[in-house]
């Protein structure tokens, strides 16, 4: 099965850096990625990675371990727009059929104050 | 272009009530999904259709809960009879799969949900 692991919720400060951890543990690993949802909305892409290292997008950044089953969300020069849940997900061959489906961690909600 | 395509967006019923909710993925997209989304256990998969065929259903809760895609286009997901458990946000996304047997960047792109209230 799949076991992911995010924190409930984080706060920062606008203009500051934070960093979100993802901990996941799949028996057939195919990739990660972050998602963004803001409230009451539909969650919408960020990032992905499949190799280790980081991936950098503008104000984003993403970090991936494979061996330590370890991700990290990286989010610079936060503006209060930045406030919202971030979904840690993890693509599996492993379900029957090799579905290749996304299962999601329960998301961090990030608060941004000024 | 056109994002995914749900509807309704809202939806107030009883319990014992027959619920659909419907959707119509992305043009060109072949693997349509069908998530849950509560509070409690944040986002499920339910179930996932590839090129219409469902292929893992193993998210779907119970025989009430059963999903058709008759067509490219248009897929359904159906409750009968609801529950106020049932309560929560049905999202569903699509993706463009092929290419790379399982690989590459092919993220999925939601559409903005039906919020289902079962009283």
């Known amino acids: 099965g799949q076991n992911i692991d995010q924190p409930t919720e984080m706060t920062a400060t606008e203009g500051a850096i934070v960093q979100i951890n993802c901990t996941y543990q799949?028996?057939?690993?195919?990739?990660l990625f972050w998602y963004q949802q803001h409230a009451g909305e539909a969650p919408t892409f960020l990032s992905y990675?499949?190799?280790?290292g980081l991936e950098e997008k503008g104000r984003f950044s993403s970090f991936l371990s494979r061996s330590k089953g370890y991700s990290y969300l990286l989010l610079k020069e936060l503006q209060m727009k930045d406030s919202a849940s971030y979904l840690c997900?993890?693509?599996?061959?492993?379900?029957?059929?090799?579905?290749?489906?996304?299962?999601f961690g329960t998301g961090t909600r990030l608060t941004v104050i000024p | 272009d056109a994002g995914v395509i749900q509807s309704p967006r809202h939806e107030v019923t009883e319990m014992g009530q027959e619920v659909t909710l419907r959707c119509k993925p992305i043009s060109g997209h072949n693997s349509l999904f069908w998530y849950r989304q509560t509070m409690m256990r944040g986002l499920e998969l339910l179930i996932y259709f590839n090129n219409n065929v469902p292929i893992d259903d193993s998210g779907m809760p119970e025989d009430r809960f059963s999903a058709k895609m008759p067509n490219a286009s248009f897929s359904t997901l159906k409750i009968q009879p609801s529950e106020p458990r049932d309560s929560a946000v049905y999202f569903c996304a699509s993706r463009r799969s092929g290419g790379l047997a399982g690989g590459g960047e092919e993220t999925q792109y939601f559409g903005p949900g039906t919020r289902l209230l079962v009283l």
């Open positions: 799949t028996s057939g690993f195919n990739g």
């Open positions: 997900a993890v693509r599996d061959r492993s379900p029957p059929g090799g579905a290749n489906n996304l299962f």
């Open positions: 990675n499949v190799l280790d």
